[in-house]
């Protein structure tokens, strides 16, 4: 058997961390029935980041699902700023308190993986952008990893397994791997257009066997309708990654491939985002697929409908404003909407997600939630 736990263990439980147990335990022997408030925060984010993106709540939606509990918060594709409640939950906590690991892992790791990418895409603008990064992670994993970098923003994804949680096709074309194979270039382009469904892109890989210019003049003038040349040339051979670019674009512009566009990937992020504007179109891999999680904490804030919380932290169950012109955010106790800096009218953004265990909302197709990040990050800097 694989080293994963099953739906069923992570829902009753079994993968908690041990002290919720003791916990669970002493509060069932003392026969301590409290009904809190609890709040799902991070209290800063990666690299000083200003916001960040909230997924995963599906997950955790499915995961407090039947317990006596009522749930409101942000939405899924939600942005969010420090401080802010991502998650409200009310009940005995006695009922829910050993599924929190498994709680905060369904919104930390998937909120991590839809921030980097909304920050990739912002960065890249219009150019397309795909997530390559699933064969670097855990494969049981690899759904929710697409899936999080689609919503986050990016153009598509490279896991088959996405398919049926985001209602969109995975994409891709040819590793190094056919090339060696099939032993040449001209051959291996020539065998993936007579193969492949023409409904795929024709985008080669021009970086193999020989200088990356004379293999996209190979791709060019062997296969009819190419869409583009993929470079992904290994570390040792890079040097100035954008003259190379440069040089690319030249000679295929002046033999009159214009149209044919130059796709780069490998060991990109953030900085080569902004040094590399040369491609036309990018892949990102472990960067995306292991980015920096979001370090959530849950953490009790009203006991018994008084406020009461711990060091450091504000006690108090709190509204979540925002902005809708300039995307700013602020946190209130009680008060429901308050004027922007900007002058706009900020309103709460949190909603009823759960009442007494029955789910309210209905999960949005992910195309959707995509959309609505765009529509959010486009109104802030990073």
């Known amino acids: 058997m694989f080293f994963t736990a099953s739906e069923e263990d992570i829902k009753s439980g079994k993968t908690t961390d041990f002290y919720f147990i003791n916990t669970k335990k002493i509060l069932e022997k003392k026969n301590i029935n409290k009904n809190v408030v609890v709040e799902v925060t991070a209290s800063s984010l990666p690299d000083n ?26 939405n899924e594709g ?20 050993d599924i929190e690991t498994a709680l905060l892992g369904f919104l930390c790791q998937s909120s991590g993986i839809s921030t980097k990418s909304a920050r990739l895409k912002k960065i890249v603008g219009d150019k397309q952008i795909l997530s390559f990064g699933v064969r670097r992670m855990h494969p049981s994993i690899a759904p929710m990893i697409d899936r999080a970098a689609y919503i986050g923003g990016l153009d598509g994804f490279s896991c088959i397994g996405a398919e049926k949680i985001t209602g969109k096709k995975a994409s891709g074309t040819m590793p190094h791997s056919l090339m060696l194979m099939i032993g040449n270039s001209k051959e291996a382009f020539v065998s993936f257009d007579e193969i492949i469904d023409k409904q795929i892109p024709r985008i080669m890989l021009a970086d193999t066997f020989c200088d990356e210019k004379i293999e996209a003049l190979i791709a060019a003038e062997n296969v009819k309708n190419l869409s ?15 003259k190379i670019i440069q040089e690319v674009r030249w000679e295929l512009d002046i033999r009159g491939y214009k149209d044919v566009k130059i796709f780069l990937s490998g060991g990109l992020d953030e900085d080569s985002f902004k040094s590399i504007k040369d491609a036309d179109a990018f ?27 711990k060091r450091g932290k504000l006690s108090g169950k709190k509204t979540v404003l925002r902005c809708p012109k300039c995307g700013s955010g602020k946190i209130t106790y009680g008060k429901t909407n308050e004027k922007c800096a900007c002058g706009e009218k900020m309103k709460s953004i949190q909603i009823n997600l759960m009442k007494k265990g029955k789910i309210l909302v209905d999960f949005e197709d992910a195309s959707n939630i995509r959309s609505n990040v765009l529509n959010q990050i486009s109104k802030v800097e990073l």
């Open 49 to 74: 980041y200003r916001w960040g993106i909230l997924s995963g709540l599906y997950e955790a939606l499915l995961l407090l699902e039947g317990y006596n509990i009522d749930v409101s918060g942000l």
């Open 228 to 242: 583009g040349v993929r470079l992904d040339t290994p570390g040792s051979r890079r040097g100035n990654m954008s």
């Open 78 to 97: 939600s942005l969010f700023y420090p401080q802010e409640p991502v998650l409200t939950i009310e009940g005995n906590y006695k009922e829910f308190c």
């Open 283 to 309: 892949g990102v891999g472990t960067s995306v697929s292991n980015a920096k999680t979001i370090d959530f904490a849950l953490d009790i804030v009203e006991v018994d409908g008084k406020p009461f919380t």
